[in-house]
């Protein structure tokens, strides 16, 4: 079976250099972060910028939204991080993660990831860490756990479970941790890959965990907890098809489909219970991001997702039904 995408839309505005992060919120907007240091909301329908914020002088690279597309979290490449609440269009929250002269030990954050719960967040590090923050704005970037992998590299990607009770972290070495957050416990870990793994994906249940890596391939991996605490099985399917690096993926909210963008200047979508490409998409450019719309697909369609990447465009697909 082939799925086919069309791209429905591209933002009117675009940045002036790449976009490294994107997300689809639950309020139909798209939010951008880019190399050129803005970050920009976008409308869905229009594709024209609904909000922006003022550049910094560094590129901005980790995006993440909260569930009910209230807020946006936000680092760049120095570290300082940001909480931008979207229905006010005011910055609620500001940290230099590498300011060592209030915190000892202080690490410079790469990767950062909202708790879905909306009190913590957490951050990579070039140290194997995650270091795990206070998300409330009178308190915001207040360090209060340390989670460590025993591995001194840096860490790529960091991603919440839907729940909110573990967090995964992805490193330069194409190894993948999954940490408990009440226990603060180190529960299993991953070498499936060759090389870097830059972008990890969540199922919406929790129970799978995809990562991709550039060693061009993607791996799915059963990350599901038991009451007594046995980890899943680990890597169960291995995806192949894209001839450079695997810089981003995603997976629907229903769970039947992937999607991942790459060096290659392709979009591949994948039927996960196949583990087959079920449509292919040209872009013009390295595709650093994309996202799902978390609204699940209406019957008989595949869904919708945005992609960003080289050129600076957000662009919207959405499914125009299926082929033999």
Known sequence: MSLAFVNALECKEPHSDEIWAVAWTANNTAVSASADGTVK????????????RPPHNLAIVSLSVSPDGKFA??????????????????????????????????????????????TTYAGTSSSGNVNIYSANPDSFGTRQAVLTSGRSRHGMDCVHSPDGTRVALSNEAGQVFIFDLESQALTSTYSSHAMCVRSLAWSSDGQLLLTASDDKRLILHDVRSTPSGKPGSGAVATLTGHSSWVLSTSISPDGRLAASGSADKTIKVWD???????????????????????????SGTAG???????????????SAGTGA
């Not at 940001?82 to 230099?96: K, M, N």
């Not at 990447?309 to 662009?315: E, I, M, N, P």
């Open 272 to 298: 996960l219970s196949a583990r087959a490409v079920v449509s292919t998409l040209q872009e013009s450019g390295e595709v650093w991001s994309i996202a799902w719309s978390p609204k699940p697909p209406a």
């Open 304 to 318: 919708a997702f945005i992609t960003g990447g080289q050129d600076g465009h957000v662009r919207w697909w959405r």
């Open 41 to 52: 909301q976008w409308d869905s329908t229009s594709g024209q910028v609904s909000m922006s």
């Open 73 to 118: 979290l936000y680092n760049g490449l120095d570290g300082t991080t940001w909480l931008w609440d979207l229905q006010a269009d005011t910055v609620v929250g500001r940290h230099e993660s590498y300011d060592r002269s209030t915190v000892q030990g202080a690490e410079p954050s790469w990767s950062v990831s909202l708790n879905p719960n909306g």
